[in-house]
């Protein structure tokens, strides 16, 4: 059977408190034995120590009426209040100086009675026997006393401990006492810290049931300022991290099967295209000359647009999975940018648009893959070039800034809307759908060309005002960061 967390540390704060008691109650009677001792002891030492009730002992001596012992018993009787003699717990005994036999005492004492005890048997020998034995049942000194007559005798004092066991017994019922009434509180008290402890501890394990049934939008309100919070905390930031990483995910999951429709679809529509020419030239026996080759044209430029879009998709692949390592060279940015000006030149005189360019003085050269830049370049001049009305000019400006060689392409073409600019750059994305396949263009062109940028450590940004034109501006270092192998590998 499972017991909960809240039980198990009932019971080990319950125990801890329990023995806790137990170990005070142990050292306070033990504390109260050895004061009772100690203080016996150290009054002994101060009464014997005395000089003058040392020598009034000795100057006992022995009448016609009793006995010098008798004199000396009478005269600790005399003390006996000093002495805290109290009949049944400490008394005091006279002992013969010789034999140590029991000669008179404030109560009789048994025959052989103290008379082993070891302070007695140092007084035998002539010295005062004061030394305390805690495992006796008793504690006593004995002193050897030479009264006036010239006689030896022992005088002990003798302390049965029932004085110091009935302390320790009521010092024991009232720790029995407080223990119940500690036990008790602590019983709350233990409730109340455990429940502390474990409702958050309950609140996270219900949480990370939600989270792993699906619901990641669940979080845990906690005001604590200890490991507790910080677990709790945590627990919301993981929480929230994988709810984002869901929303990714479902976003990836959806744009990629938008991109595999509009792959399909790029593709279907120049296959049929193709395949209906082809179908019109074979099934048509007698055609003309002039009609016969616009259909093959028609068949050319679409095969093109297909070679065009199966190009692109291997360059994203290649992007996306790195499959393999390109050659790096050192070569004229300003060469390139020419280069790529002069292939879209006779698409730009056939729509009347004029290409106007403008290098900084001393342009340096940059470090990469030479294709890839001039793509770069293409794509986004030739798009200029496309979407540019009649009569427009595009303007391509170089130059370089920190370490980057950076190129700007503005047109005064149609424009595009805000709504669209976050999304242009996204693959497939068309603004106009139904102008973009007037015009061949597939929705690859700048997302690819950012794609690019972006993986030689550059950028491509994007800002247009609709009905007045488009500026892109393309940043790319001058030392390419993608890996080029060593010549000599």
Known sequence: MRQSLHVKLSIVMLLMILLLIV?????????????YMDEFYTQMQAFFG??????????????AEQTD????????????????????????????GTTGAFLAGSQAMEDGAFRISPNVLTALGGQAGDRSDRGLPFMDVALPIETADGNTYIVQIVDNKETAAALSENLFAIILRTAVIGLLISIFLSFMLSKTMVVPI??????????????????????????????????????????????????????????????????????????????????????????????????????????????????????????????????????????????????????????????????????????????????????AVKYTIVGGYVRV??????????????DNGA?????????????????DKGRSREHGGTGLGLGLAREMARDAGGDITLSS???????VTITLPLEDQRYAPDQDA
Do not use: C
């Open 23 to 35: 170990v005070i109650s142990a050292f306070l009677i033990r504390g109260v034995q050895n004061f």
């Open 50 to 63: 005395d000089p003058d009730f040392a020598s009034e002992l000795r100057s006992a001596h022995g009448t």
């Open 69 to 96: 012992y008798r004199n000396l018993a009478a005269r600790l009787t005399f003390r006996s209040g000093e002495l805290e003699i109290a009949y049944g717990t400490r008394n005091f005994y006279v002992l013969d």
């Open 202 to 383: 309950q609140s996270l394990t219900r949480a990370a049931e939600s989270v792993a049934a699906g619901d990641f939008s669940r979080r845990i309100d906690s005001n604590a300022h200890d490991e507790i919070g910080e677990l709790a905390e945590t627990f919301n930031n993981m929480a929230g991290q994988l709810e984002q990483t869901v929303v990714q995910l479902e976003g990836a999951a959806e744009r990629q099967k938008e991109f595999v429709a509009n792959v399909s679809h790029e593709l279907r529509t120049p296959l049929t295209s193709v395949r209906s020419y082809a179908e019109t030239l074979i099934e048509s026996a007698e055609i003309a000359e002039d009609t016969r080759r616009e259909l093959l044209q028609v068949v050319v430029d679409e095969s093109d647009r297909m070679t065009r879009i199966v190009q692109d998709l291997l360059t994203l692949a290649q992007l996306d999975g790195r499959l393999q390592t390109l050659p790096m060279e050192t070569f004229s940015f300003q060469a390139a940018v020419e280069r790529t000006m002069r292939a879209v030149a006779l698409t730009a005189q056939e729509k009347h648009v004029r290409l106007k360019m403008h290098f900084a003085p001393n342009l340096p050269p940059i470090t990469g893959y030479r294709p890839y830049v001039e793509q770069i370049v293409l794509n986004i001049v030739s798009n």
């Open 397 to 410: 400006k170089a130059d370089e800034v920190n370490g980057f060689v950076r190129l700007t392409v503005e």
């Open 415 to 431: 424009g595009i809307p805000e709504a669209d600019i976050p999304r242009i750059f996204e693959r497939f994305y068309r603004v």
């Open 465 to 471: 005002i609709l009905g007045r034109g488009t500026i």
